[in-house]
């Protein structure tokens, strides 16, 4: 196999500095060339030509690899050994990856290589921040490098594939998955999606040390009914193009090699059988060329959605909605295993059948694995312990936190003067927590906690106490990442009186007391949707005892969703979502800091679970005077706003300008701002720029991000921003014309650091 290029990530502005440098600018795909369409092409046509039906079915047919379930295990090799089955999923150790790719090489008739697909949803050893932080970082650039470490991780022991990014947008944090995506803006969505595809894939399918990527769950997943997982999606043709669709596209543009269908139907249509979806809209009209998979078993689905009338006609339903490759059922019996009997019939076309198998053979081939197909075991281990990578989780967990209140500067701490901390909580020394959900074959041992990455940063003159606090409740229904065949996560089960008890002496014979709360992993994710918004457990409670001791209280919210404090106010709130491996030592460098807040929501943060939803871009509708008291019990206005964060600064915008006062429709418009850092510590601050249209063919949201731009400015540096509005920013999609329109309208623009952004201008599109 050829060597895995060197890591080459560009600097990363306001990174604290760390004792392995992070390498200077380079590529990482530098003289690679990609096949030409033509060469694959011929390539695949000339293996089809060879192939049986049965090997076609098989080879557009995914399984997952149990390993730990030997029955499974050996049902699934026994399909791949008589070359029925064309990927397989979920296997991730280099030895295996190794072992089964050489049966599929040396022992099948047309030695056609496996693709090996995994689950790499922020990295494999190293763990990155989870994907809704990476994207609460507003910094594409660090989503792109933190995914090309997961994929050369990835690469290197032998998986080509991943099933990410999640491009889902999530307007209700009920339901547990929002975890996996970039919160619930499609421009903020539309910017982490590409950014991460460009990390996954480098320049192009094939590119040493990269993977396929695969934007997921094709589409609207995230409005599931409720927000309980896998229920059943109604979203208006308006709301799909403008705010579920376009993440997708902007994945489809960077070039994604792959798309996933969703599980759940789409206004009565289930995803993974819906020709409109798969077909006019991802080929036809956005002229998608990778090859589209099915989620797990959604093709045998179709059935149990009462859809499809057999497992037959699932797997019809599903090769001609669009889908090129089934995911079959762990542990179920696959669709697409019926269509070589649908062929004899004539209910489907060889034609539709071989336009499936040659995508998934261009994958391949185009991923070099005829001429590569194995694992160099000895280049794996040295990519899974590059340090560099570990630089790169810390750097990500520091810019991806969010402060959301700061009162009297309780932050950062003063390392000089502190004499004693107690670190509260029971995330704060969870190494599993920390690394959060969809994680596998992460090193528990290596993670660094919260309570690690402080007592390694105060050293021994402070004294640091600890109190897990309270015990996190067990889930009423178990998930399907706590049982067989994954592992077992220990709880640790306190006597809560007496460790609230505890806490509240550390608390107070301490100068500061530091609160890691929130949920644990396995309470966020697939499966894991809540109808609350509350501290599970008796984390509350904890909180407000220790807050009625006076101690100044910082609170670190270990979650990934807007959790409800019930009003009660510590001294600083930072959430530091799940920060990965590093995240312990990221967290101490921002406490102290080393390095300055910078993140910032990419939701609006609600009240109370009562308001769900509350976009930040929504319509101004009827009587806009009373738009915060729609409640009469409370103001229904969000309890922190989309894109608000604070740093260790203060910073000033002034000087907002457009290049002109009005243009014509199809023409651009520079608008310009000055941002300063008005305070006294280098900082970041994340400029953000919404417009709004105020008549049209349809009406447009209050507020619509169109560009931000992440900056780190010294004490007292002024820098112009520039943004520039295209056609296309100014587009949507109307329902009374049933198409994407650009009116001539006057448009508001607004600039500052969060949707509330005060500082106001206008232009006319003519
Ligand atoms: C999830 C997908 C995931 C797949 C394979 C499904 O349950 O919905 O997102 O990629 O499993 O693990």
Same mark, same amino acid.
């Given at each position: 196999?050829?060597?895995?290029?060197?890591?080459?990530?560009?600097?990363?502005?306001?990174?604290?500095?760390?004792?392995?440098?992070?390498?200077?600018?380079?590529?990482?795909?530098?003289?690679?060339?990609?096949?030409?369409?033509?060469?694959?092409?011929?390539?695949?046509?000339?293996?089809?030509?060879?192939?049986?039906?049965?090997?076609?079915?098989?080879?557009?047919?995914?399984?997952?690899? #149990?390993?730990?379930?030997?029955?499974?295990?050996?049902?699934?090799?026994?399909?791949?050994?008589?070359?029925?089955?064309?990927?397989?999923?979920?296997?991730?150790? /280099?030895?295996? =990856?190794?072992?089964?790719?050489?049966?599929?090489?040396e022992k099948t008739r047309l030695k056609i290589p496996l693709l090996f697909g995994?689950?790499?949803?922020?990295?494999?050893?190293?763990?990155?921040?989870?994907?809704?932080?990476?994207?609460?970082?507003?910094?594409?650039?660090?989503?792109?490098?933190?995914?090309?470490?997961?994929?050369?991780?990835?690469?290197?022991?032998?998986?080509?594939?991943?099933?990410?990014?999640?491009?889902? $947008?999530?307007?209700?944090?009920?339901?547990?998955?929002?975890?996996?995506?970039?919160?619930?803006?499609?421009?903020?969505?539309?910017?982490?999606?590409?950014?991460?595809?460009? &990390?996954?894939?480098?320049?192009?399918?094939?590119?040493?040390?990269?993977?396929?990527?695969?934007?997921?769950?094709?589409?609207?997943?995230?409005?599931? $009914?409720?927000?309980?997982?896998?229920?059943?999606?109604?979203?208006?043709?308006?709301?799909?193009?403008?705010?579920?669709?376009?993440? #997708?596209?902007?994945?489809?543009?960077?070039?994604?090699?792959?798309?996933?269908?969703?599980?759940?139907?789409?206004?009565?249509?289930?995803?993974?059988?819906?020709?409109?979806?798969?077909?006019?809209?991802?080929?036809?009209?956005? &002229?998608?060329?990778?090859?589209?998979?099915?989620?797990?078993?959604?093709?045998?689905?179709?059935?149990?959605?009462?859809?499809?009338?057999?497992?037959?006609?699932? !797997?019809?339903?599903?090769?001609? /909605?669009?889908?090129?490759?089934?995911?079959?059922?762990?542990?179920?019996?696959?669709?697409?295993?019926?269509?070589?009997?649908?062929?004899?019939?004539?209910?489907?076309?060889?034609?539709?059948v071989d336009d499936a198998v040659r995508r998934v053979l261009e994958a391949k081939?185009?991923?070099?694995?005829?001429?590569?197909?194995?694992?160099?075991?000895?280049?794996?281990?040295?990519?899974?312990?590059?340090?560099?990578?570990?630089?790169?989780?810390?750097?990500?967990?520091?810019?991806?936190?969010?402060?959301?209140?700061?009162?009297?500067?309780?932050?950062?701490?003063?390392?000089?003067?502190?004499?004693?901390?107690?670190?509260?909580?029971?995330?704060?020394?969870?190494?599993?927590?920390?690394?959060?959900?969809?994680?596998?074959?992460?090193?528990?041992?290596?993670?660094?906690?919260?309570?690690?990455?402080?007592?390694?940063?105060?050293?021994?003159?402070?004294?640091?106490?600890?109190?897990?606090?309270?015990?996190?409740?067990?889930?009423?229904?178990?998930?399907?990442?706590?049982?067989?065949?994954?592992?077992?996560?220990?709880?640790?089960?306190?006597?809560?009186?007496?460790?609230?008890?505890?806490?509240?002496?550390?608390?107070?014979?301490?100068?500061?007391?530091?609160?890691?709360?929130?949920?644990?992993?396995?309470?966020?994710?697939?499966?894991?949707?809540?109808?609350?918004?509350?501290?599970?457990?008796?984390?509350?409670?904890?909180?407000? /005892?220790?807050?009625?001791?006076?101690?100044?209280?910082?609170? =670190?919210?270990?979650? /990934?969703?807007?959790?409800?404090?019930?009003?009660?106010?510590?001294?600083?709130?930072?959430t530091i979502w799940y920060p990965g491996t590093q995240g312990g030592a990221a967290?101490?460098?921002?406490?102290?800091?080393?390095?300055?807040? *910078?993140?910032?929501?990419?939701?609006?943060?609600?009240?109370?679970?009562?308001?769900?939803?509350?976009?930040?871009?929504?319509?101004?509708?009827?009587?806009?005077?009373?738009? *915060?008291?729609?409640?009469?019990?409370?103001?229904?206005?969000?309890?922190?706003?989309?894109?608000?964060?604070?740093?260790?600064?203060?910073?000033?915008?002034?000087?907002?300008?457009?290049?002109?006062?009005?243009?014509?429709? !199809?023409?651009?418009?520079?608008?310009?701002?000055?941002?300063?850092?008005?305070?006294?510590?280098?900082?970041?601050?994340?400029?953000?720029?919404?417009?709004?249209?105020?008549?049209?063919?349809?009406?447009?949201?209050?507020?619509?991000?169109?560009?931000?731009?992440?900056?780190?400015?010294?004490? *007292?540096?002024?820098?112009?921003?520039? #943004?520039?509005?295209?056609?296309?920013?100014?587009?949507?999609?109307?329902?009374?014309?049933?198409?994407?329109?650009?009116?001539?309208?006057?448009?508001?623009?607004?600039?500052?650091?969060?949707?509330?952004?005060?500082?106001?201008?206008?232009?006319?599109?003519?």
């Amino acid at each position: 196999m050829k060597t895995v290029p060197p890591l080459t990530v560009t600097a990363i502005p306001g990174a604290a500095p760390s004792s392995s440098p992070i390498p200077g600018e380079g590529d990482a795909g530098q003289g690679f060339r990609p096949l030409s369409d033509m060469e694959v092409r011929a390539r695949a046509d000339a293996l089809i030509a060879e192939m049986t039906p049965e090997e076609k079915a098989g080879q557009i047919t995914q399984y997952f690899d #149990f390993l730990s379930v030997a029955e499974e295990a050996a049902r699934v090799e026994a399909e791949m050994a008589a070359a029925r089955a064309g990927s397989l999923l979920f296997v991730h150790d /280099a030895r295996e =990856l190794h072992r089964l790719q050489q049966t599929a090489v040396e022992k099948t008739r047309l030695k056609i290589p496996l693709l090996f697909g995994y689950d790499v949803i922020h990295g494999l050893r190293t763990i990155m921040p989870v994907p809704i932080a990476l994207a609460a970082s507003w910094d594409p650039k660090l989503a792109e490098q933190s995914q090309a470490v997961a994929a050369r991780e990835a690469r290197a022991v032998g998986i080509h594939w991943t099933f990410a990014p999640n491009v889902d $947008i999530a307007r209700d944090p009920r339901w547990g998955r929002m975890i996996e995506g970039a919160g619930e803006d499609p421009y903020l969505g539309s910017a982490m999606a590409a950014a991460q595809v460009r &990390g996954f894939q480098g320049a192009g399918i094939g590119t040493p040390g990269t993977i396929i990527a695969g934007p997921k769950h094709f589409a609207g997943y995230g409005a599931s $009914i409720g927000g309980r997982d896998y229920d059943e999606v109604n979203l208006s043709d308006s709301e799909l193009w403008n705010v579920y669709l376009p993440p #997708f596209k902007a994945a489809v543009d960077a070039g994604a090699g792959n798309i996933m269908s969703a599980y759940m139907g789409l206004n009565g249509v289930p995803a993974t059988g819906n020709h409109w979806l798969l077909t006019n809209v991802l080929r036809e009209t956005w &002229g998608f060329k990778g090859f589209i998979v099915t989620d797990a078993g959604s093709a045998h689905d179709l059935q149990t959605h009462e859809f499809a009338s057999s497992l037959e006609d699932a !797997g019809i339903r599903a090769l001609i /909605a669009g889908v090129d490759m089934e995911m079959a059922p762990p542990f179920g019996t696959s669709a697409f295993k019926t269509l070589p009997k649908s062929l004899a019939e004539g209910k489907v076309s060889v034609d539709a059948v071989d336009d499936a198998v040659r995508r998934v053979l261009e994958a391949k081939i185009r991923m070099g694995l005829f001429e590569n197909p194995y694992v160099d075991l000895d280049e794996a281990e040295r990519v899974l312990n590059d340090p560099q990578h570990r630089v790169v989780a810390r750097v990500a967990a520091e810019r991806s936190a969010v402060l959301l209140h700061n009162d009297g500067g309780v932050l950062p701490l003063n390392g000089a003067v502190l004499q004693s901390i107690a670190v509260i909580g029971p995330l704060a020394d969870s190494a599993r927590d920390t690394t959060g959900p969809w994680v596998f074959d992460q090193d528990d041992r290596e993670t660094v906690t919260v309570l690690n990455g402080i007592r390694a940063k105060v050293g021994k003159g402070v004294r640091v106490d600890y109190s897990p606090g309270a015990t996190m409740p067990a889930r009423l229904h178990k998930s399907i990442f706590d049982s067989s065949p994954h592992k077992e996560v220990p709880r640790v089960q306190v006597d809560d009186d007496a460790e609230i008890r505890r806490s509240v002496e550390l608390a107070r014979t301490s100068d500061i007391a530091v609160l890691v709360l929130g949920e644990e992993q396995l309470m966020i994710g697939e499966q894991a949707s809540r109808s609350s918004l509350d501290l599970p457990g008796r984390q509350q409670e904890l909180l407000d /005892a220790v807050l009625a001791t006076g101690t100044p209280v910082v609170v =670190l919210l270990m979650a /990934a969703r807007p959790l409800d404090l019930k009003g009660s106010k510590p001294a600083a709130l930072m959430t530091i979502w799940y920060p990965g491996t590093q995240g312990g030592a990221a967290v101490a460098n921002l406490l102290f800091g080393d390095v300055s807040p *910078g993140g910032k929501l990419p939701f609006n943060w609600p009240r109370n679970i009562g308001q769900i939803p509350m976009p930040y871009a929504h319509l101004k509708t009827h009587q806009p005077r009373t738009a *915060g008291e729609r409640y009469w019990n409370e103001p229904s206005t969000p309890l922190y706003v989309f894109g608000h964060g604070l740093s260790y600064s203060t910073f000033t915008f002034s000087r907002l300008q457009t290049d002109k006062t009005r243009i014509a429709v !199809g023409e651009s418009i520079t608008v310009s701002v000055d941002v300063s850092n008005a305070g006294e510590h280098e900082a970041d601050e994340v400029v953000q720029l919404y417009i709004h249209q105020r008549y049209g063919t349809a009406a447009r949201p209050v507020r619509e991000l169109k560009g931000f731009e992440r900056v780190t400015l010294a004490p *007292g540096q002024t820098r112009t921003i520039r #943004f520039k509005l295209q056609p296309h920013d100014l587009r949507y999609w109307a329902a009374s014309t049933r198409s994407f329109v650009q009116d001539a309208a006057v448009f508001d623009v607004y600039v500052g650091n969060s949707s509330a952004a005060s500082l106001a201008g206008t232009f006319e599109v003519h």
